[in-house]
């Protein structure tokens, strides 16, 4: 297919999210192109998205797509996890199961059905990005040639490979990075545990089984980097198959799939918009990165939608969308920390010694907290709906921003703390504030007990300035 010469967004990447977010865009009218690099994922084929997915998909207008490309997943799921015993999960409603190639095939088809330009296979071999967005990528399709687009923005949905695009004009800078991890695909039959899905512990790490239903299923390692270049994949898996007692240790007549990067990182870009893995990879213990990514491309849709029609807006817009990303990803470390501390039977084999949840004590109650020097009050933007509009404010040095704690405005109670003032002192005198008055007191201390761990507060005895 034809390189288009000018479009309003160029997307790199036509996974979850790179492909959701080009026909959200295309269906909105406007003129997108979707690259897609053409290699098929191996690793985990099929995945399933969790029952707490729905009501989110559902505001975000996804849900119905999302409905009828999947299935209910009517595994039974267990785990064998801080104990040598199985335990069978019988609480949870049951969420979707998908095979990921059909899944994101079917995304793509979707995008091209509201008129975005799908194009497979394309290379980018050169191309320049302005700070305020407009790109010129010069492109190598698949029958070759040299073609050259001109893009009013470029958003970047590459997934973990966004390495793949260091060379590339956009500046993607990592900005952190979890413990280093490797996720390792076996598949092969296994008919008793087929209408199961199982995670287990073993001191080489985790497994994570998916039955396929019918006679067996995969089942992949999620392992140390750093232990499997020193140990090698094939006695990797022998070991962490010989401690499994679930279907990992059954499993016959196994296929070793390909490895895959699973380290949880965090990314940001300059003038490119960084949308799903490509912004923030979470560990997949969480069984969420499918969902972060269709929920990223709704976020990132309106984002590009609002800087198409206030391209005076664009750098704070992509800073926000990055807000966004960073902030489940901060969510999902803590999470995702809290469950691997569960696990307490290894102590000293490296996957989990190089996991273990440092011990910070929590700040003293007599902490007294002060508004850092690199914290302002602004007028900064935030969704309402649909479109995104100014209101009240903070914003850090390095254009982060905040509005409010769940319901609570933060404004007012980080003005409690401009005299210094413990966070129990400031509570108590958030009564004079009519915004803070009609608000439970354990609300207000909850939303400053956020303020001061994110750093939008500093400890009153020390001179640090604001975080970042
Ligand atoms: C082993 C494993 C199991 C998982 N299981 C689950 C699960 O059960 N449920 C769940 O919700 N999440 C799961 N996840 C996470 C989930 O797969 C990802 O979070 C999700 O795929 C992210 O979507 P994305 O569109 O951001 O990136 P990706 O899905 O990685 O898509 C990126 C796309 O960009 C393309 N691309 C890469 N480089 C280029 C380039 N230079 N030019 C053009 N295109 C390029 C790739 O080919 C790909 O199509 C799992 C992850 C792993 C590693």
């Not at 260091?166 to 500046?171: K, Q």
């Not at 903070?394 to 210094?420: C, I, K, N």
Request: glycine residues 10%; charged residues 20%.
């Amino acid at each position: 297919m034809a390189v288009p010469s000018t479009c309003e967004v160029f997307v790199f990447g036509a996974g979850p999210a790179g492909a959701t977010l080009a026909r959200l865009l295309a269906r909105a009218g406007h003129s997108v192109v979707l690259l897609d690099g053409a290699r098929p994922r191996t690793i985990a084929p099929r995945e399933t998205l969790l029952a707490t997915a729905q009501p989110a998909l559902e505001r975000s207008g996804l849900w119905p797509w999302v409905e009828a490309h999947t299935e209910v997943d009517t595994l039974r799921h267990g785990a064998i996890w801080g104990s040598d015993a199985w335990r069978w999960r019988s609480d949870a409603a049951p969420g979707r199961s998908y095979l990921r190639a059909a899944f994101d095939a079917g995304l793509r088809r979707a995008a091209a059905a509201a008129g975005a330009t799908v194009l497979a296979g394309a290379r980018l071999v050169q191309g320049a990005v302005q700070s305020d967005g407009r790109a010129e990528l010069h492109l190598q399709p698949l029958e070759g040639g040299l073609e050259v687009c001109h893009a009013r923005y470029v958003a970047v949905a590459t997934g973990r490979g966004t390495r793949s695009l260091r060379a590339a004009p956009f500046a993607v800078r990592e900005r952190h990075h979890g413990p280093h991890t490797v996720a390792l695909t076996l598949q092969g039959g296994c008919a008793a545990a087929a209408p199961c899905a199982v995670v287990e512990a073993v001191p080489q790490g985790w497994w994570w089984w998916h039955g396929d239903g019918a006679a067996g299923g995969a089942a992949t390692l999620f392992c140390d980097g750093d232990e499997l270049q020193q140990v090698g994949t094939a006695a990797l898996l022998h070991s962490a198959r010989t401690a499994a007692r679930g279907p990992a240790h059954t499993l016959e007549a196994t296929t070793v799939g390909a490895a895959g990067d699973a380290t949880a990182r965090a990314r940001s870009a300059e003038a490119v918009l960084l949308v799903g893995d490509a912004a923030a990879s979470i560990d997949p213990l969480a069984s969420q990165g499918t969902e972060k990514a269709l929920l990223a491309a709704e976020h990132a849709a309106r984002v590009l939608r609002a800087a198409l029609a206030q391209p005076d807006d664009f750098a704070e817009l992509r800073r926000l969308h990055e807000q966004w990303e960073h902030g489940l990803y901060r969510a999902h470390v803590r999470s995702a920390a809290q469950f691997l501390d569960q696990e307490r039977r290894f102590p000293d084999a490296p996957f989990w010694a190089r996991r273990r949840l440092p011990a910070v004590p929590p700040p003293a109650p007599s902490t007294r907290w002060r508004q850092p020097s690199g914290v302002v009050e602004a007028a900064v933007l935030t969704r309402l709906g649909d479109t995104f509009t100014r209101t009240l404010g903070l914003r850090r040095l390095d254009g982060e921003t905040l509005v409010a704690v769940g319901y609570v405005p933060a404004v007012p109670v980080w003005r409690l703390f401009a005299a210094g003032a413990t966070l129990n002192e400031a509570v108590a005198s958030g009564g004079g504030d009519a915004r803070l008055f009609v608000l439970q007191p354990a609300a207000v201390h909850a939303a400053a007990a956020v303020l001061a761990e994110q750093g939008w507060l500093t400890p009153a005895d020390t001179h640090a300035g604001a975080r970042h």
